[in-house]
């Protein structure tokens, strides 16, 4: 999955003499959050990128708190506020080459650039949806854990059982934990998910989700809480 | 002995199938149990109606015209192309395999279904049973979890359309009602309201709290997710915190159940932990539910259930006394046992409950009743937000 595939094509972008107050009405309106802003040149070459505003650069004006920026007003142009240089991404970047840019900028957009034109706009929320569709979690499935050395051909190892079951994957991630295990997390459409990592340990596999049925206290790596003891539950806050 | 008002839904092709040789899912539960019923003196032939068959119209409500083309197309399965174009429709799979005249099969266990429904909601019967019905996974266009064709729905959305009914649908199987509550997820019309173990453990993964119905059916999907080891008591007790309050908030004209009978202890594809007199339980809640609320209207379906011979059979004829608002007795006929102990060459159960004493306490019995509580009392919190605000 690149950039193209989950960026915002349809930008809003502003010059730099625009009024603060007017990006703050944008905003409002529009439901935006970031506003690249662009130089228009006089040559016939595209419009230049010269900075990049945040809503929360546009809040802070006039408010009352010590990061607020001192001696600006909403009168003001918004070039007074705008960040640069700016970061931007490619249209053929692989989204977690961009994931990585925003997490280690602390960012929360950047423009996409084509060939010195703006071309769109990604954002963090781009890359949680991004998650989601490669996750599979849109597919009735059953959800396992398996933990295997890294080496080559662990995973054909473990998707040639998957495969002699006639089971169809929807989705493989992989998280790491030492440097001598990789754990993948497939994601399996079939209804006996407990069949098949039963399968699964019976050949040597260490499985860690689902846990063994009947078994009282679930080993789990990283310090996670065992399975089944009851734990709090955020499941409900989001209604 | 006539019962006046109730209707089984019966054909013998109805469990004369089977999806693959070794496959879970056993039609032949369907006749296990209606040989019980009839050795019991629970069900006569005058209770016996035959499907009426559908036309093409009926399932293409709700399914893609493409996908029961491609269903249809699968008339000799040694014979099918196990191509792409049908694995795209979750065709061809060791959930799903192929078998001979796939379609005709599935559109009866449909037509039984619609049959049901239709007998109900025209006033013909009062309650009614398809016990080979029950395909709460399959989707718009595509099979899933042993289910190519979504009776219930296809039954449901008629009684909607149709007879102008609103239809609360309640899923105690093991697995998330998925199937029926993403094809009325935005519909004011139909209540979907399922229990089951919670997916972070069991397909098809979904049936959270959080998923409570969209746009003009907000606050029409309800989910009560379980922990593995739940048992009767702690079942019940869920069912009663929720289920009646939103039932009645909904105020159905029919209720369908899904009656899915893998909760049970011995099952082997769930983990909850449940005994024959707990799900017979939760049959007669729900047959006084629809007394209650919905004029008495019920219709009641089969669904999954994997100890085919020793649960399901009992628990069926269980669910079918409670409808006709009789018992299933203590000792079962010796014939029964004998006859089916004989053809299949396996033992079968001499009694209607589960011998208990033999059974230990679920691990952690106190912590999983608390959490299941818990999320019983967020869920009926948030449930009466989102009402109120309606």
Redesign the interface.
Known sequence: MLVSDVMTRKVVAIGPDTPIRDVQTLMEQRNIRHFPILQSRSNAEPDALIGIVSDRDVRLVGADHPRAPAGVTSAHPISQLMVFPVLTAHPDDPIEETAKVLRENKIGAMPVMDDGRLVGIVTGIDMLDALVRMSG?YE????LEVEVANRPGALADLLGHVAA????VSSVMTTRGDPDTVTFVL?V???????LARHLRDQGFSVPW??E??S?DVPRSGGRAA????VT?D????? | MSTPGFKFVYDPELAGFELAPDH?FKPLRFEITRTLLTAVGLLADTDLVSPTPLDDDDILMIHDRRFVEAVRSVTVASRALNSSSL?AF?LG???N?LFDDMHDKIAKVCAATVTAVDLVASGRALRTANLAGGLH?A?RDRA???CIYNDLAIAIRKAVDHYGLRVAYIDIDA?HG?GVQWLFYDDPAVLTLSMHESG???????G???E?GKDAGRGTAVNL?L???TEDASFLECFDMVVPRAIEHFAPDLIVLQAGADMHRHD??A?LWLSLDGMGESYRRVVELADTYAGGRLVVTGGGGYDPYQTVPRAWARLWAEVIGKQLPAELPATWVDGWEHRLGVSMPTTSSDDQATWTPA??RA??A??NR??AE??L??LE??WQLK
Do not use: C, M, W
Request: charge should be neutral.
């Open positions: 979690v009735a499935a059953s959800r079951r006639n089971v169809n994601r459409s079939t209804v006996d998910g407990h069949g689902p846990p049925p009947g009282d399975a089944i003891e009851p539950d499941s409900t806050q989001q209604a | 879970p694995s979750g799979t060791s959930d395999p996974h989707l899933s979890g042993f697995h998925d972070r453990y069991l397909f098809p993964g979904t959270h709290t959080y409570t997710p922990e593995p080891f082997p594809l983990d691990p952690r912590a999983i608390s959490r818990s999320v967020r869920l919190a948030t937000k989102i």
